[in-house]
């Protein structure tokens, strides 16, 4: 089957580095995201990776390992805002894409 | 631009009533598709298209239809509502021009339903 293992909560502190895990079994890759949710809203796209490495966007960077079947997603200079839920989602050889149950980021002043 | 929109917000249904989802975007986004997310879950396709008039299934279709007359809309049919239909609803749209742009959906803000 298919899936996407992230931890269902993460608690910080303002101003740290915080790092989401996901790992991932799917038939077939085509890329993984990362998107943002905060209560109550709609998911919006954070970053892409299609190859291994690090894809950096601001205070966001984004790594993968496709041998590993894992993602992590790092936010840096935590800010009360970014209290949210984060979901990772891959690209499967369906064309379509599996998402994760999303990490729920908890920010402490 | 408005982006992806969806009417209505919220909605309340008896077992067994009939209802649309709307769906609209306004960037000339071929693929457009429809989730729903329950709490502890990642979202699940329910029904997607990759153009007017090509619609397919989904991983969880059953008891809901759609239809896609034009690029611009797509909207949700419940067919005769059940309790297990109550969830939060998503449309999304994105290019079809390969790599990053095909990932990128954009989320309609979401229609909450709750099925009595």
């Known amino acids: 089957g298919q899936s996407l293992e992230q931890p269902s909560e993460v608690t910080a502190v303002e101003g740290a580095i915080v790092q989401i895990n996901c790992t991932y079994q799917t038939s077939g890759f085509y890329g993984l995201s990362w998107y943002q949710q905060h209560d109550g809203g709609a998911p919006t796209f954070l970053s892409y990776n299609g190859l291994d490495g690090l894809e950096e966007t601001g205070r966001f960077s984004s790594f993968l390992s496709r041998s590993k079947g894992y993602s992590y997603l790092l936010l840096k200079e935590l800010q009360m805002k970014d209290s949210a839920s984060y979901l990772c989602a891959v690209k499967d050889s369906n064309y379509q894409l599996i998402w994760g149950a999303g990490t729920k980021l908890i920010i402490k002043p | 631009n408005a982006g992806v929109t969806q009417t209505p917000k919220f909605q309340v249904l008896k077992t067994g009533q009939s209802m649309t989802l709307q769906c609209a975007q306004d960037?000339?986004?071929?693929?457009m598709s429809w989730y729903r997310q329950d709490p502890g879950m990642g979202l699940r396709l329910i029904h997607y298209s990759v153009g007017a008039g090509i619609t397919d299934q989904g991983e969880v279709p059953n008891g809901y239809n759609v239809s896609r007359s034009t690029t611009e809309d797509f909207p949700l049919r419940l067919l005769s509502a059940a309790p297990s239909q109550t969830s939060v609803y998503f449309c999304?749209?994105?290019?079809?021009?390969?790599?990053?742009?095909?990932?990128?959906?954009?989320f309609g803000p979401g229609t909450r339903l709750l099925v009595l």
């Open positions: 960037m000339n986004h071929e693929y």
């Open positions: 999304a749209s994105s290019q079809r021009t390969g790599g990053v742009f095909e990932v990128t959906q954009y």
